[in-house]
């Protein structure tokens, strides 16, 4: 890989980890969804300005805005004012990061329970989601790697999932990454559905990749929720000639905006009002595509999420973006035997790229804070360690 692209993915890898430690450290009781998606995509925004600067010109920010989906929320879930909630003590809280310098993606993803006790041990069905996401995200980094093929790694997630006792969730997938593009022709669904034609390739050296492992206690079959999608992405590759005049000034604004990355939908829409009337009419004529928020359609499911950036290397698996610890609270009662097929996987080498240092921001970006009774209790210890 050319060094200058490397350095690129590293740098952006070292925000998207950096990005995803801070709002980890808030991720308590009494905050709001809202804010936590604000704080994130403020920080992706500050952070990719710091780096790379001599240049100038060249695209930076998010690669995807900042996702926080609660409980049995699968994914996509950035809520405006009007539909924000409150985390509330066990609420089990998945924050999904991505972001790009000059086209070059970093993306991962990490499930904690919001509590004001770390200590207590979590033994429930949320300890299985979390263990079973967590083990599934090792297993498919392990196995990125060439002349594998994705096949395998379907599979590998599907005896993960079962040995806790959970399935990998709906709309969930390994995605092929280039410059500029999120979801590139090698782009698979990590859950097997017999209906669909299994994935017939292998992975080549110099490919990376996006591993997105959700799994859930439920069904894993996905449905909208009531949550109204937040995040668009223009199709590229579609034309139409739009009839509306708001709609027309909308879509420009877009094209003004954004290239072709996902963005936020109220992000222009709240500047300017007149401009919602257009959104119909360009979703309609699928000039821009709304990601739904999407829930396990079975009620007190529990969905946890691990995801990463690796690289196919001609030695093995190489991770992009470094990997958290899973929680030290979770003690699902499954393990899994070192001699199983889930545990030699586990065995094997997955190496991992130097992230640099990043800059000390020039300005401070303010951290959200719990509301009501939250505000006058201390945060605990781990909820204040960015490092």
């Known amino acids: 890989m050319d060094t200058g692209i490397n350095t690129k993915y590293q740098s952006t890898a070292a925000i998207v980890e950096q990005v995803l430690k801070q709002v980890l450290s808030v991720v308590v009781p009494g905050i709001s ?17 710091s780096v790379h600067r001599k240049e100038a010109d060249i695209e930076r920010g998010a690669s995807y805005p900042t996702t926080v989906s609660v409980n049995n929320i699968i994914q996509n879930c950035s809520p405006s004012p009007s539909e924000d909630t409150l985390l509330q003590e066990g609420d089990v809280v998945k924050v999904e990061v991505g972001a790009h310098i000059d086209g070059y993606v970093a993306s991962a993803a990490h499930t904690v329970v919001a509590t004001n006790f770390p200590g207590a041990v979590v033994e429930d069905q949320r300890a299985d989601a979390i263990s079973a996401a967590y083990y599934g995200s090792e297993v498919a980094a392990r196995m990125v790697r060439p002349g594998q093929s994705p096949r395998n790694l379907v599979k590998a997630l599907g005896l993960v999932a079962a040995g806790f006792g959970c399935t990998v969730a709906e709309d969930t997938f390994t995605c092929q990454l280039d410059r500029f593009v999120v979801s590139g022709p090698n782009t698979f669904a990590n859950r097997f559905n017999p209906d669909v034609p299994a994935p017939d390739f292998t992975f080549e050296t110099g490919e990376m990749y996006t591993i997105d492992c959700t799994m859930s206690t439920g069904s894993g079959i996905a449905r909208a929720s009531t949550i109204d999608p937040a995040v668009y992405q223009r199709d590229v590759n579609h034309q139409y000639a739009l009839k509306l005049r708001t709609s027309r000034a909308l879509f420009s604004e877009v094209c003004k905006r954004y290239s072709v990355f996902p963005f936020l939908m109220r992000d ?19 000039l821009l595509v709304p990601f739904a928020v999407t829930m396990d359609k079975k009620a007190g499911s529990v969905v946890a999420q691990f995801k990463l950036t690796v690289l196919c290397h001609y030695s093995g698996p190489i991770r992009i973006t470094r990997a958290l610890p899973m929680p030290s609270n ?18 094997l080498d997955c190496g991992q790229v130097k992230l640099p240092d990043l800059p000390r921001l020039k300005t401070s970006i303010q951290q959200p804070v719990p509301t009501t009774l939250q505000q006058q209790q201390p945060l605990p210890s781990s909820a204040m360690d960015t490092s």
């Open 268 to 286: 222009i829409v709240d500047a300017n009002q007149s401009l919602r009337a257009g959104v119909s009419e360009c979703v309609k004529s699928q």
């Open 330 to 347: 979770i003690r699902s009662t499954t393990v899994v035997p070192e001699s199983s097929e889930i545990g030699q996987i586990l065995a």
């Open 33 to 49: 969804v809202a804010s936590l998606c604000s704080y994130a995509d403020s920080l992706v925004t500050a952070y990719t300005h």
